[in-house]
Structure formats: structure tokens, C-alpha cells
Nanobody, 124 residues
Framework: LVQLVESGGGSVQSGGSLRLSCVAS????????MAWFRQTPGNGREGVAN???????VYAPFAKGRFTISQDNAKTTLYLQLNNLRTEDTATYYC??????????????????WGQGTQVTVSS
């Protein structure tokens, strides 16, 4: 059983930055992929970026150049650095986990374990 706990959300003005963290615990062996998704009210979750323990990562087009995904050396904490935030980045951000290497897949249905989410609010 894998558990995920996110933190780091908050309220910032447009152009500001935040760093989200996701701590993973439990038994997740060596081959897995972790990801960040986001969701706004009335809309489905969309993939932001993902990463495997080898450091391979994929970003959604809107995230390239502004967001950076990373992990700690122990591979138990996933980060998402959000820079140059825009009002349209306002959303609940979720950490997700799946077994296997799958950085080519940012589909919500491919991930089976989710954190509780952390709110990011960007004001103009």
C-alpha cells in the first residue's frame, strides 16, 4: 500500500512561485512513476508532469519552461517547482503514483494512488 501526502500549496500573486512536495510512504519497490496532476472545479484532472526513479520526466505543454519536477535522493519525495505563475494555474494539485516505468503516460486513468491534493491560488 502506497500513501501520498502533498504540501506546499498557497496563495500567490501572478508571477510568483511555489514549491509543492509529495511524500510517498509504503512499499513501492523500484519500478514506478510518480506524477503531478491538477484540477479546477467542474473539470477533470489534467497531467502536469511525471518522473520515474531514473530521473526521466515528461511535461505537459503548458508546464514546459515554468514548472520543474524533481525528486529527493531517497526517491521518496516528489517536488513540483511552480514559477511565473498565472491566474489560470489556480487549481488543486494532486500527486499520483503507479507501478512501472511510464513517463510517456500522463493519463489520469493510468495512476491508481492519489494524494489528498493541495490548493494553489494565483491572483492578478
Amino acid at each position: 500500500l502506497v500513501q501520498l501526502v502533498e504540501s506546499g500549496g498557497g496563495s500567490v500573486q501572478s508571477g510568483g512561485s511555489l514549491r509543492l512536495s509529495c511524500v510517498a510512504s509504503g512499499h513501492f519497490y523500484s519500478k514506478y512513476t510518480m506524477a503531478w496532476f491538477r484540477q479546477t472545479p467542474g473539470n477533470g484532472r489534467e497531467g502536469v508532469a511525471n518522473m520515474d526513479p531514473e530521473g526521466n520526466s515528461v511535461y505537459a505543454p503548458f508546464a514546459k519552461g515554468r514548472f520543474t519536477i524533481s525528486q529527493d535522493n531517497a526517491k521518496t519525495t516528489l517536488y513540483l517547482q511552480l514559477n511565473n505563475l498565472r491566474t489560470e494555474d489556480t487549481a488543486t494539485y494532486y500527486c499520483a503514483f503507479r507501478f512501472g516505468y511510464a513517463t510517456e503516460d500522463l493519463g489520469v486513468d493510468s495512476y491508481h494512488t492519489w494524494g489528498q491534493g493541495t490548493q494553489v491560488t494565483v491572483s492578478s
